[in-house]
């Protein structure tokens, strides 16, 4: 009978240094990405007159930033924009979305192809061309439409474009994972297109549906090559103020409008997690969500 081998005489398992080094990476990472974002919401509470040299903690930097009306008219601009921009994508998007994955048919592949241009343009290119077009076209686009001026027009039209096929995207994907099964049953008892719509097929691409709506009034907020090319005199947006600004002096207030606005963002994200959360969303579902994968 073989005598049981003492500790001495056991294989030594070598240490698996690979999670320890994971997380040192999954570290420096986060650390590159939220550092910068760290930095200005530290140095918006900064009482000198530039950004970069600290002269003390307060908070000037927002007192200034509520004095400042350019600013401030720029701030409404860029939400009005956003919302206006946002309304519009995530309407024809949804509706792109649908068709796509509800009536495919040979048209398909080249509506796609076409998303998926919008999608890989240069904005430089998209700027130049939104800017001949309004010129070319004219009429509203020049002389604005009832309340709206000319600038608000064409920010709206040039923001849900590209948001538009954003949405698209994300709805066809919600709507190719889902079986047309409740929508057919609905059919046979007796519910009409519209209310199958209303109550099947709308709560089932809502998640897809928010996620587009966000994903556009982000992508809207933080547009600044296509705005400073079809924005007029009055509808300048934020990032354009900004990017005019920090050509001289980059001042304490402009971190401090930055940091609100990030607090904006994060509240939209919360409310939309609360949403889903209470639809019934698993966490992973929201994440997913609001990430629009």
């Known amino acids: ?3 049981p081998a003492t500790p001495d005489d056991r294989p030594r398992r070598r240490r698996d240094w690979s ?13 590159f990405l939220f550092l910068p974002i760290a930095f200005i919401v530290v140095y918006s509470f900064n009482n000198g007159r530039a950004l970069l040299v600290w002269s003390g903690f307060g908070g000037d930097a927002y007192r200034n930033m509520l004095e400042n009306e350019p600013l401030k008219q720029a701030v409404r601009n860029s939400l009005e924009i956003a919302v206006g921009s946002a309304l519009i994508a995530t309407i024809l998007g949804s509706l792109a979305g649908i068709a796509l994955a509800r009536r495919p048919g040979r048209w398909t592949v080249a509506f796609v192809a076409v998303v998926f241009l919008i999608l890989v343009t240069p ?21 604005g439409f009832g309340p709206f001026g000319p600038g608000d ?3 709206w039209v040039s923001h849900s474009i590209f948001s538009s096929a954003v949405v698209t995207l994300i709805v066809r994907a919600r709507l190719a994972g889902l079986e047309e099964s409740l929508e057919e049953a609905a059919a046979d008892l007796g519910a009409t297109p519209t209310r199958a719509f209303r109550q099947i097929t709308l709560p089932l691409m809502m998640p897809a549906v928010l996620a587009g709506a966000l994903l556009a009034f982000t992508f809207s907020l933080d547009n600044t090559i296509v705005s400073t090319f079809v924005s007029t005199a009055g509808s300048s947006t934020l990032p354009v103020y900004i990017f005019s600004a920090v050509r ?35 966490a992973e579902d ?8």
Do not use: H, K, N, Q
């Open 153 to 155: 027009l064409r920010l």
């Open 19 to 31: 999670r320890p080094a994971l997380t040192a990476w999954a570290v420096l990472v986060y650390a």
């Open 1 to 3: 009978m073989t005598a």
């Open 123 to 143: 904005e430089i290119v998209d700027a130049i061309a939104y800017l001949i077009w309004f010129v070319r076209v004219g009429g509203p686009f020049e002389s």
């Open 248 to 282: 001289s002096v980059i001042r304490p207030d402009v971190a401090a409008i930055s940091t609100v606005m990030l607090l904006l963002t994060l509240v939209a994200l919360a409310v939309v997690a609360l949403v889903l959360r209470r639809s019934g969303e698993s």
């Open 286 to 293: 929201i994440a997913a969500t609001i990430t629009g994968a």
